[in-house]
């Protein structure tokens, strides 16, 4: 079995990038010349996925311009939140609600995204479906961190995510079946809402990445990114 659809999180405000972000959504800022958003893509190209859904909402035009007028090897459609921002919950909940696919890639564009990661998230892939899981996310130990005032997120044990120690941070990219939102409605909440409810019912997974993690978490890391 295999991944078809991969969705981008491009709705959010940035406002931690504020004033870079006043202008300019997070997804279209450059890191090397190249948006954070094209840098997204292209990894998702590279790992043989046929079509990308991206949402939208805080200056939804650009997004709708720069996907329109940038050609890629793949299937593109930008879905927007709608009157009010879904947050990245409700954001997920809508845009596989435009789909017929069970199963999907999900990525956080702030993460300066490479080839580097193709055979960690093929790996996870893998993983997944071997193990008919529901969800499983990518991490890094938070030393691996650019930033390295970053705050870690969960534990590792065996493959099973815990709340023990905050050692790993999660880097932006998770596999999920659709059926972990079933009793979600399509309104503003955060993904992580359904990540508590699978820890506590030990059914969250993840796969250490052991790649140097490069995410633009603010706008002084944002400037030093720009030095790499």
């Excluded at 972000?21 to 996925?49: A, G, V």
């Excluded at 609600?97 to 080839?115: A, G, I, Q, R, Y």
């Excluded at 999920?176 to 979600?184: A, D, G, P, R, W």
């Excluded at 790649?211 to 030093?224: E, G």
Aim: glycine share 4%.
């Amino acid at each position: 079995m295999k991944i078809n659809t991969a969705l981008i999180l491009c709705a959010g405000f940035g406002s931690r990038l504020n004033p870079a972000t006043l202008s300019t959504p997070k997804p279209l800022l450059k890191i090397n010349n190249k948006t954070l958003l094209d840098h997204c893509i292209n990894l998702i190209i590279n790992l043989n996925i046929k079509k990308i859904l991206i949402n939208s909402f805080y200056l939804r035009e650009q997004i709708n311009e720069f996907v329109k007028n940038h050609k890629y090897n793949v299937e593109i459609k930008v879905i927007e939140d709608g009157n009010n921002i879904l947050g990245t919950g409700g954001g997920i909940l809508n845009l596989i609600n435009n789909s017929e696919e069970e199963n999907f890639l999900v990525f956080n564009p702030d993460t300066v995204w490479n080839k580097n990661y193709i055979n960690e998230i093929n790996q996870m892939i893998d993983i997944y479906f071997t193990n008919k899981l529901k969800n499983i996310l990518l991490l890094a130990n938070k030393n691996l961190s650019f930033d390295k005032n970053l705050i870690g997120d969960f534990d590792l044990e065996h493959n099973l995510i815990t709340q023990k120690d905050k050692k790993y941070t999660y880097i932006g990219c998770q596999i999920l079946n659709k059926s972990i939102l079933n009793n979600e409605k399509i309104v503003n909440f955060p993904i992580t809402r359904t990540w508590l409810h699978l820890i506590k019912n030990k059914g969250l997974n993840g796969f250490e990445s052991k790649q140097k993690f490069y995410h633009a978490t603010n706008l002084d890391i944002f400037k030093k990114l720009q030095d790499l």
